[in-house]
């Protein structure tokens, strides 16, 4: 039961272009969604994050909205280069046993594919 | 700074043995996680230490062990590996908003 989900396992865009990555997810408790980005024989890279209480976050090329009532947020990158091809992870945190630990919930990933 | 560093990069380890993960970060994180990465299954938590001395289980613990003696290291174990525990299994530090990877190791089971 994925509570975090990234239905597009791929994506190609154009240099320059802008590249869209979505996220939904299922749990209205989620109080902070990060994205994270991933080269092949890396381990993942922070890369922008939000607040459940903000409805956007700006970092340079990067743009991440966050749509409440629809569980949805979405992944800007404007304008697409190619060493932003890799896999993007969408992750979202949550209280975890009972106290005041809280965890990941991790999307499958979305596979960014940028050509020149 | 290397940040965050594993060892080994990669395994091969026949059904019942037994072999230690190490993790090693030099940014002075309290928190520390174990995740494992298999296809079609995101990152999943197997175990995190909130300090020194301290552990605590994550969603999918069964099978693993670990030990945080020191805070800059975070070993997994695997006592009697079987192949379900063949995947890539990936460090962190770091609190939970930000946390700083490691290169993974790639662990085949046969």
């Known amino acids: 039961d994925q509570q975090v989900k990234q239905n597009s396992p791929s994506l190609s865009v154009q240099e320059g272009r802008i590249s869209i990555l979505n996220c939904d997810y299922t749990n209205s408790m989620f109080d902070y969604f990060l994205w994270y980005k991933k080269y092949p024989a890396e381990g993942p890279t922070f890369l922008i994050s939000?607040?459940?209480i903000k409805d956007k976050n700006e970092d340079g090329r990067f743009t991440v909205f966050l749509n409440k009532s629809a569980k949805h947020l979405s992944l800007h990158i404007v304008p697409s280069q190619p060493g932003d091809s890799a896999v993007y992870f969408c992750a979202a945190r949550a209280l975890y046993n009972a106290g005041n630990n809280r965890k990941l919930i991790w999307g499958l990933g979305t596979s960014l594919a940028v050509n020149p | 700074n290397a940040g965050v560093t594993q060892t080994p990069k990669f395994r091969v380890l026949k059904t019942g043995q037994s072999m230690t993960l190490l993790c090693a970060q030099d940014m002075n994180h309290e928190y520390m996680y174990w995740y494992r990465q298999d296809p079609g299954m995101g990152l999943r938590l197997i175990h995190y230490s909130v300090g020194e001395g301290t552990t605590a289980k994550g969603e999918v613990p069964d099978g693993y062990n670990v030990s945080r003696l020191k805070k800059q290291n975070f070993l997994l174990g695997l006592e009697s590996a079987a192949p379900s525990q063949t995947s890539v299994y990936f460090c962190?530090?770091?609190?939970?908003?930000?946390?700083?990877f490691g290169p993974g190791t790639r662990l085949t089971v046969t």
């Open positions: 962190a530090s770091g609190w939970t908003n930000e946390q700083y």
């Open positions: 939000i607040s459940s």
